[in-house]
């Protein structure tokens, strides 16, 4: 610059400018700061709806699963109590099937002129009472029963008989008890006791 120029004036407008630029940059960056404090205020406000629906999915998914774990707990218990009846009723019916069987097999050793006068059946225990002309009948009923294949594991343990009061003959009452699973073999070797 030459020499006797006078900058004053033009450090004064150069200020001046400077001071205008800094006023005009402030509240454009305020707006810039809240435009971008907006933004990032609405994908927060965006991001936290979309947390919140997912939650909101998540407990609703628990919340049926907890019903369909409820309603599995009470199939298991319904089938757990079915069970248990038919398991029960199978029992019952293998009770009634042996009772008739056993029955059958009674009926069938019968010899003919041997009068059955009662029958008593259970769980270990199968006692018959009847009428028989002559004690040979009675032998010939015991000896039936101990060949017939519907008392496999039956264990003679008393026979006691007395004259029949009005009827000639004698009344019998013979006790059997079943044996168990490992004395099957030796039901038909046990002797009758009178």
């Known amino acids: 610059m030459p020499i006797g120029v006078n900058l004053l004036p033009w450090r004064a407008e ?55 774990r409820a309603a599995t707990e009470q199939l298991k218990q319904t089938h757990g109590a079915l069970s248990r009846r038919m ?54 009923l015991i000896t039936a029963l101990r060949a017939s294949p519907r008392f496999p594991a039956l264990r003679f343990e008393r026979l006691t008989t007395r004259p029949a009061q009005g009827h000639s003959g004698d009344r019998f009452r013979i006790v059997v008890r079943r044996a168990l699973e490992r004395n099957a073999g030796e039901g038909n070797d046990q002797g009758v006791q009178q």
């Open 87 to 140: 398991a029960a009723m199978e029992a019952l019916l293998d009770g009634q099937t042996r009772a008739l069987d056993e029955l059958t097999g009674l009926m069938e050793a019968l010899p003919d002129d041997v009068r059955l006068m009662g029958v008593e059946r259970g769980a270990e225990r199968l006692v018959i009472e009847g009428l028989a002309p002559a004690p040979v009948s009675v032998s010939a």
């Open 14 to 68: 150069r200020d001046r400018r400077a001071r205008r630029r800094m006023w005009l940059a402030m509240p454009t960056a305020t707006l810039i700061g809240l435009g971008i404090m907006l933004m990032a205020t609405l994908v927060i406000r965006g991001m936290h709806e979309e947390r919140l629906d997912a939650n909101t999915r998540v407990r609703q998914q628990i919340d049926a699963l907890a019903d369909r």
